[in-house]
């Protein structure tokens, strides 16, 4: 079975710095996608940034962006120029390939919530 | 475009009363529709998928059952409440394009269920 480890509970940034959240999984699968969620206090759950395992090349999404080391099972969250605006919970999450079977189900990690400091 | 409906967004109710939370989707077809629970401090979990009218998958045993009436519509239900049911539920969706997997999930905004 898939799992997904967030081992930040909690962390904070200054405004305007550069903030890294890790994540890693686990899996047997060769073929998957991996995803970052945001969670505001709003509770909408809003696509941040997704990699594709057979890409080499990190995802970036204007100040978002990933360091994913496929041997190493690691997926992190690099937030550059750190607004308050991106207060909220971040989660990690892993879906299985459609040749693995998948259904689009996805796995998520507890989730790091994020403080953004004036 | 694609929009998600779920209501109500709040809801209190007694333990050993009946559950219906419904999800809509507008300006897509066919999509494969989920159930999410947020427990207080956790992650999401899934409850319910489903790939079509009437087919429902579940992958928690639990006291909640899932039904898809519409191509776009899923529902949420249970016939008694436990206190254990709080949580926040979020509906989901996502779609296939030709045979592949739309590897993106969209959420609504979410039910915060408190069972009293």
């Known amino acids: 079975a898939q799992t997904v480890t967030q081992s930040q509970p909690e962390m904070s940034v200054q405004e305007a710095e550069t903030v890294t959240l890790s994540c890693t999984y686990d899996?047997?699968?060769?073929?998957?996608?991996l995803f970052w969620y945001k969670q505001p206090p709003s509770r909408q759950m809003i696509l941040v940034i997704r990699q594709e395992a057979y890409k080499q090349q990190n995802a970036t999404e204007n100040r978002f962006s990933v360091n994913f080391q496929k041997a190493a099972k690691s997926f992190s969250l690099k937030i550059s120029d750190s607004q308050l605006g991106d207060t909220a919970m971040y989660f990690c999450a892993f879906m299985r390939g459609q040749y693995g079977g998948s259904q689009g189900n996805l796995i998520f990690g507890k989730g790091t919530k994020l403080s953004v400091k004036p | 475009s694609q929009t998600i409906h779920q209501w109500p967004a709040t809801l209190v109710q007694p333990v050993g009363s009946p559950l219906s939370l419904e999800c809509t989707v507008e300006?897509?077809?066919?999509?494969?529709l989920y159930w999410y629970r947020q427990a207080a401090g956790r992650g999401l979990q899934l409850l319910f998928y489903s790939v079509g009218i009437g087919q429902i998958s579940s992958e928690v045993p639990q006291n909640l059952s899932a039904s898809r009436p519409q191509d776009r519509q899923f529902i949420l239900s249970s016939k008694k409440l436990l206190l254990s049911d709080s949580g926040f539920y979020l509906c989901a969706w996502s779609i296939q394009w030709g045979g592949l997997l739309n590897t993106e999930a969209f959420f609504g905004q979410g039910t915060r269920l408190t069972v009293v």
């Open positions: 300006g897509t077809s066919n999509p494969n």
């Open positions: 899996t047997s699968e060769n073929n998957y996608y």
